[in-house]
């Protein structure tokens, strides 16, 4: 598990085929707090990862990803990637429940400057528009955001990004068009299926279940 806040900025210095999937190797622009290890799970951009391997002279690590995780994600066309290791039960959650499981990939279709922060709008799949709501949380390449509007018919959602965020992710060198790793907040997945379930039984809507307050 993740909290979607970015210790820093890595680097893809190589990325070699093994048949279907690949063999990423990145090197932080960063110090870790403690030595990586192998085997831990690291998030590159939003997508939980292995280690592998660790290259002591300066240390870049490896990680390998599988065609499946290539196929819903934007990892091989990444350059420059957010990472942030998995969470400690000693830490602070100063985001939100982040799994390192991308839902979909997104495009961002809007950047409006609004003071010292810019507003970005996204275009994501509709079928992860249950799982969207104005003030919840999403992760995007792996940063955690707060929903400000979304609009379901035409698949759109829009979030702020203050200085702090853009001076320490990949998300300010986004223009229109970019493709982003899009994870969904994970209580609103397990809400959902809970209520899809339950209409289902009482032959009931998602939309009229939550008419009658659930």
């Not at 279709?109 to 994501?124: A, D, M, N, Q, R």
């Not at 709501?133 to 203050?162: H, M, Q, R």
């Not at 982003?180 to 039984?201: F, I, Q």
């Amino acid at each position: 598990m993740f909290t979607g806040l970015i210790l820093g900025l890595g680097e893809i210095i190589r990325v070699e085929s093994q048949g279907v999937d690949l063999c990423i190797s990145i090197r932080p622009k960063f110090t870790f707090d403690s030595p990586l290890i192998l085997g831990e799970s690291i998030a590159v951009s939003g997508v939980c990862l292995t280690v592998t391997q660790i290259a002591k002279e300066d240390f870049s690590f490896s990680a390998f990803a599988s065609r499946e995780t290539l196929s819903l994600t934007s990892l091989k066309t990444l350059k420059v990637v957010n990472l942030e290791r998995a969470l400690r039960l000693t830490d602070r959650l100063g985001g939100h429940l982040v799994s390192g499981h991308v839902d979909g990939i997104g495009s961002l279709e809007k950047v409006i400057p609004v003071g010292k922060s810019l507003t970005h709008s996204y275009s994501f799949p509709l079928p992860l528009s249950d799982f969207i709501a104005p003030k919840g949380s999403i992760a995007i390449d792996g940063v955690s955001l707060t929903v400000n509007e979304v609009d379901p018919k035409k698949g759109l959602f829009t979030v702020n990004l203050i200085p702090e965020t853009l001076g320490n992710t990949t998300l300010s060198s986004l223009h229109a068009g970019a493709k982003v790793n899009l994870e969904t907040d994970l209580l609103a997945k397990y809400a959902v299926n809970y209520l899809k379930g339950l209409g289902s039984k009482e032959g009931m809507t998602l939309e009229k279940l939550s008419l009658l307050g659930f």
